[in-house]
Structure formats: structure tokens, C-alpha cells
């Protein structure tokens, strides 16, 4: 076996998501092999023990590690510019395991309340059950994140942009505040992706992806990463990980490893799809709020225009007259599929507040910003001119 994953360093994104991480076997293949093995063999005890011992480098069993969930691990790092990445079996686990292991009973948790519903939940619920508080705050305001610290918080979770209303926070404001109190900065870049956001320059000490989204960006395997320093990810993590078990499937790991090598060619064409089709719904006089990164006119386009250089493939607007009209709306789409998945080649449109946000209260939900009109919609790799057409179609002409 060798390893190239140190042959990529100073090349451009694009080449590394071809060449990083490569483990190439005695065959040569030229694309990456799928070991789908659950464990490995040892040519003596002695070898086994050593293994065992971190004295030995190789594998041991596929909860702990495996060949090509590895080559996904080092081209991901490689492209994030972290120093290390351990995949997951979903992006919940991968988050979970990012906050699960920096907080212990009697820490407190300070997130963004605009969240995905299962990071609001763990934050939310789940985290305090076990003895870790937590407080959410309005991720924007950062008046609101120093007035929510106390002696004891360890860690801030946000995600930006926000599922689904595409929100943004100035991450390195936030990442400065939570330097200066001693908490790790979690991010969630699902919304931004890889491409277009880059949490960790911005002094994020966690990445955390849904690789279920843009990175198999094809609609067939669940997956996440978390990426961060050696120090926190071969600490910590890895031994929740390896302890807990919601480890990447090989085969899973395979198809997002082939999936990294088109997701800059991917991504750039859907946000430019995305860019087309935001520009038309924001010509509609019917639709009283379009949101879209690539905006001039976001609310927030100074922090964007500092942290991203390009405008994610989502779009969140607005129809006029609730439940009733959202549902009329969607129900005439054909192109476009009712889906409550993202990031796909395939164009998706989902309403929040009956799916993703469904478990919260009407309060809760108008508090991060969903109302029951409001539409998300994931840009595909179709014809820009093909969506618009249904979309005009669905919309009544
Ligand atoms: C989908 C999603 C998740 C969860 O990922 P799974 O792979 O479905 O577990 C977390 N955060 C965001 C922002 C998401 O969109």
C-alpha cells in the first residue's frame, strides 16, 4: 500500500478531491477499491498485538477504521484544509459525536436557534438529559451569544446558512467570542458546503457535514464527517466513535469518495442554476419573500460577501396565504419533486413547517422564521429554463 494523500499539499481543491487520499493496492488500480471487509488479518500474533498497540500501522475492524472510508476521511481532510476527519454513518451522528465529546454533566451548551430539527433536539433535549444545559440564542445578534455564556459552557453549535430560512452568522465574530470564553465552536456547513464556505479558517475548531447531501449529491447514500484538529479528532472523537460505533459503511464510503471527484463541477452548476432561478422567483410581484444567498439584497450580504464565496444551491421564499397555498403550490409542481432531502442532482422543494419543523410549536417555528407559507427549494443539475417553467406553470402562469 501507498499512501498520496502528502502528494496533493499546495495542489488546487480540484485536483486534491481527484488525488488526496489515495491507497492504492498492489494491483494499481486506477480507480479507488471498495474493501468491503469487516475486519483484518494479521500474519502473526505478534503483528496482532502490535496493532492493537498503535505500534503496528494498518487496520483492525471496521468499526475502527477501513481502507476506503480512510481514503474518504484524507481527501476530505485534505480539501477542507483540516488536519484530520473521521467519517459517520449520517450527519446526526456526525454531529452528535461532535458535541457529545466536548461536554461532560454540568457543562453548558450555548447553539443558534435557527437549526436543522434533529441538531435542535440534541441541543435542545437530548443534551439535558444528561446533565449538559443548554441556551439558544439569535444566532445573528452576538450581543445575544456573550450574554448566554456562563463559567461553564464548553461549546457553541451554529449553522449557517440556516436550514431552512437561510440565515447567516458572522462565524469568526462568533468563533473570536468563543476563543475568548474557552468553548469549541462546532459549525455545521451543510447549507454552504465544502466548496463555498470554509468554517475552519474562519476559527471554527469543528466542521461538521451531512455527507448525505452535496457531497453524494446523487440521492443514494447517507453519510457525515467531522473535521477538525489531530488534537480533537484523534482525541476525543475518535474514541466516541470507535466506543459508540456509527461508523461509515465501506460501500457508502466508496460512492462519496467517487462523488468528491465531480462535487466542485457538481455544486458550481446548481448554485448557478440556483442564481437563474432565484432571480426569476424574485421577479414574481405574487411571492412576498425570496431568499437566496447570491442575493445583493440578502439581509445579511456584508457577512456573506466575508465568508463565502459562492451562494449554496438552496432558496427559501415565501407564497402568499399559508398552509393552504404552499400545499396548492406544491401539489402542481412535476418537474420539480416534494422531497425533504437537499443537495441533490435532482431538484427538491419541501414545506418546513409540515416536515422539517413539524415537531415544533407554531411559536417556536415563527421564532426561527418559518411560517406556514414559507418553501425550500434544492437546485438540482437540471435546465435553470426547465425549473423556472414549472415553477411558472405551478404558480399559475
Ligand atoms: C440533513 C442535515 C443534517 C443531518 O444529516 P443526516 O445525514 O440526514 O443525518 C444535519 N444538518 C443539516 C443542516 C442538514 O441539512
Redesign the pocket.
Known amino acids: 500500500m501507498t499512501i498520496e494523500a502528502a502528494s496533493t499539499a499546495g495542489l488546487h481543491p480540484e485536483t486534491r478531491l481527484v488525488h488526496a487520499g489515495t491507497l492504492r493496492s498492489q494491483f494499481g488500480e486506477t480507480s479507488e477499491a471498495l474493501f468491503l471487509t469487516q475486519g483484518h488479518v494479521y500474519d502473526s500474533a505478534e503483528q496482532c498485538e502490535a496493532r492493537f498497540l498503535n505500534k503496528d500501522p494498518g487496520f483492525q475492524y471496521g468499526r475502527f477504521s477501513n481502507p476506503t472510508v480512510s481514503m474518504l476521511e484524507q481527501r476530505m481532510a485534505a480539501f477542507e484544509g483540516a488536519e484530520s476527519c473521521r467519517a459517520t454513518a449520517?450527519?446526526?451522528a456526525a454531529?452528535t459525536a461532535a458535541l457529545m465529546s466536548q461536554v461532560r454533566a454540568g457543562d453548558h451548551v450555548v447553539a443558534a436557534r435557527a437549526l436543522?430539527g434533529?441538531?435542535r433536539y440534541i441541543i435542545e433535549d437530548l443534551l439535558p438529559r444528561y446533565g449538559v444545559a443548554s441556551t439558544l440564542v439569535d444566532g445573528t445578534d452576538l450581543a445575544a451569544w456573550r450574554a448566554a455564556v456562563q463559567p461553564n459552557t464548553k461549546a457553541f453549535f451554529l449553522?449557517s446558512p440556516a436550514?431552512p430560512t437561510l440565515e447567516v452568522i458572522d462565524i469568526a465574530a462568533v468563533s473570536g467570542l468563543a476563543k475568548a470564553v474557552g468553548a469549541k465552536l462546532v459549525v455545521?456547513n451543510?447549507?454552504a458546503t465544502p466548496l463555498f464556505q470554509r468554517p475552519l479558517e474562519l476559527g471554527a475548531d469543528l466542521v461538521v457535514y451531512?455527507a448525505?447531501?452535496h457531497i453524494d449529491g446523487q440521492g443514494r447514500c447517507?453519510?457525515?464527517l467531522v473535521l477538525g484538529s489531530k488534537e480533537l479528532i484523534e482525541g476525543e472523537i475518535q474514541i466516541f466513535l470507535r466506543q459508540t460505533g456509527p461508523a461509515l459503511s465501506p460501500f457508502n464510503a466508496w460512492v462519496m469518495l467517487k462523488a468528491l471527484e465531480t462535487l466542485p463541477l457538481r455544486i458550481r452548476q446548481q448554485a448557478q442554476n440556483a442564481t437563474a432561478v432565484a432571480k426569476w422567483l424574485k421577479g414574481r410581484k405574487e411571492l412576498p419573500h425570496v431568499a437566496f444567498i447570491g442575493d445583493p439584497e440578502h439581509p445579511q450580504a456584508k457577512i456573506i460577501a466575508k465568508q463565502m464565496s459562492g451562494p449554496s444551491t438552496l432558496i427559501a421564499f415565501e407564497v402568499a396565504g399559508g398552509k393552504d397555498a404552499a400545499f396548492r403550490f406544491l401539489n402542481k409542481l412535476r418537474l420539480i419533486r416534494i422531497s425533504n432531502n437537499?443537495g441533490d442532482a435532482k431538484s427538491l422543494i419541501v414545506h418546513p413547517a409540515t416536515t422539517t419543523h413539524q415537531r415544533f410549536t407554531p411559536e417556536v417555528r415563527a421564532s426561527m422564521g418559518v411560517s406556514d407559507g414559507l418553501i425550500r427549494l434544492s437546485i438540482g443539475l437540471e435546465h435553470a429554463d426547465d425549473l423556472i417553467a414549472d415553477l411558472q406553470q405551478a404558480l399559475g402562469g
Do not use: A, H, I, Q
Open positions: 449520517t450527519g446526526m454531529v436543522f434533529s441538531c449553522e436550514n455545521d451543510v447549507f451531512s448525505t447531501k447517507l453519510g457525515g437537499l
